[in-house]
């Protein structure tokens, strides 16, 4: 007898995504732009409660886009969380722009506020204030957005939240992705809902938002022949794609509830385990769980690696957390300011990412915790 494996987070289907992609078909807007990508901008607009949306082909463009929004060019300094997946940090490089990391605080795992003023005011010194900072909300939850909006806006620099992560979210009762100037969510097939591959760009700067549709569509002039005053560039999100978009965005609430089930279901059974500390939530945030993630300290007795190998070899899969983005050999030599203490580094070395897809049942998710159980020997699920 074989399992099924149980996966970190696979597309799933709410049921109305075939009709919407037929929809496509049947009226022949196949070609980038038609109702769907529409629709499903106005449903994202209306959810966020943000004024403009642009919908793009992947979350990576659509930072590389927001970075060109706010004129992000050669040289020019821009700040990033260092704990986040690499495509936060890349459109930086494709701008030849110089990254700077920051470190996270360990309560929410995002950026510090600390680390934070502690770069604006090295930058400052040196006569080399950001152009943009890019905010990363990880796993489901948001930055520490009052705070880190107060430092940079001492600045006069704009934020972009990648949100990537966390569309369904909030933060002080507001959605995740709306406090920077430029907010980006991502529907690759591993996030909370997927288009197949998409991502999308909001603000409540409407002629900003115009600005990003005509950039992301070649930035071609309004004339009969063809007409360029700016680099411009392929980004936009299909039809036949937004139409699965559309679907999903009927299901997001019932994602992120489920979601949440599965956080509650290991927190209830793991909670206890001495050497065991899920992922805080953070006072005045709703985090969606996107990925249900803890650190392991030494009284546990067993590596994050080991874990990670044994719930593998049950046919689970687990991850390590994110590997800061200073300490990969791309960005080697970029400058850090962490806390006191590397807290990313240390995020990354004690922390694993459970299974949190949303297909899962309550057998398979009692077969990651007896499993975890397992390793850490205790064989007996807690009454
Ligand atoms: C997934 C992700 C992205 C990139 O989105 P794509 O749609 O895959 O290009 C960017 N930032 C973070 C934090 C992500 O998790």
């Known amino acids: 007898m074989t399992e099924r494996r149980i996966l970190l987070s696979s597309p799933h289907m709410g049921g ?40 793009v082909a992947s979350g990576t463009g659509g930072i590389h886009l927001a970075l060109d929004l706010l004129d992000v060019s050669q040289g020019d300094v ?49 006569g080399r204030l950001p152009k943009a900072v890019i905010v990363v909300n990880l796993y489901g939850q948001s930055a520490r957005m009052d705070e880190i909006l ?74 009969l022949h063809y007409q360029h005053e700016m680099v411009g560039y392929n980004y936009r999100l299909s039809n036949v794609c937004a139409g699965i978009g559309r679907g999903q965005m009927e299901v ?3 994602r992120v509830q489920k979601k949440r089930y599965i956080f509650d279901r290991y927190e209830r059974s793991l909670g206890d385990v001495p050497g065991v500390h899920f992922m805080p939530e953070i006072e005045g945030a709703f985090h969606t769980r996107w990925l249900s993630t803890l650190t392991m300290d030494g009284t546990l007795g067993v590596t994050p690696r080991e874990m990670i190998e044994h719930l593998g070899e049950g046919n689970i899969e687990a991850r390590p957390v994110w590997k800061p983005l200073h300490m990969q050999p791309l960005f080697k030599g970029t400058d850090y300011f962490s806390e006191d203490h ?34 850490v020997h205790m064989y007996q699920l807690p009454a």
């Open 78 to 126: 821009v700040f990033c969380s260092s704990l986040t997946f690499v495509a936060s940090a890349n459109p930086i490089i494709y701008h030849g722009a110089v990254p700077v990391f920051i470190d996270s605080e360990l309560d929410s795992w995002n950026m510090s506020p600390k680390a934070l003023k502690k770069a604006f005011r090295r930058y400052e010194m040196k």
């Open 342 to 375: 590397d807290n990313a580094k240390h995020l990354f070395e004690h922390g694993i990412c459970l299974p949190s897809d949303t297909k899962m049942t309550e057998e398979e998710i009692d077969r990651v915790i007896k499993r975890f159980l397992e390793k």
């Open 150 to 223: 107060k430092i940079c806006r001492t600045y006069d620099v704009p934020v972009i939240e990648d949100a990537a992560e966390s569309l369904g979210a909030t933060y002080k009762g507001r959605q995740s992705g709306t406090f920077g100037k430029i907010g980006i969510f991502s529907f690759n097939g591993n996030k909370i809902i997927t288009t197949s591959g998409g991502g999308m760009l909001i603000s409540d700067d409407e002629v900003l938002i115009r600005k990003a549709l005509k950039k992301a569509t070649q930035a071609k002039e309004p004339e």
């Open 16 to 55: 109305t995504e075939r009709k919407y992609v037929k929809e496509a078909f049947d009226t022949n807007w196949i070609a980038p732009l038609g109702s769907n990508v529409d629709a499903f901008e106005s449903q994202i607009e209306e959810f966020t409660g943000t004024k403009a949306a642009c919908a």
């Open 252 to 254: 997001l609430e019932e």
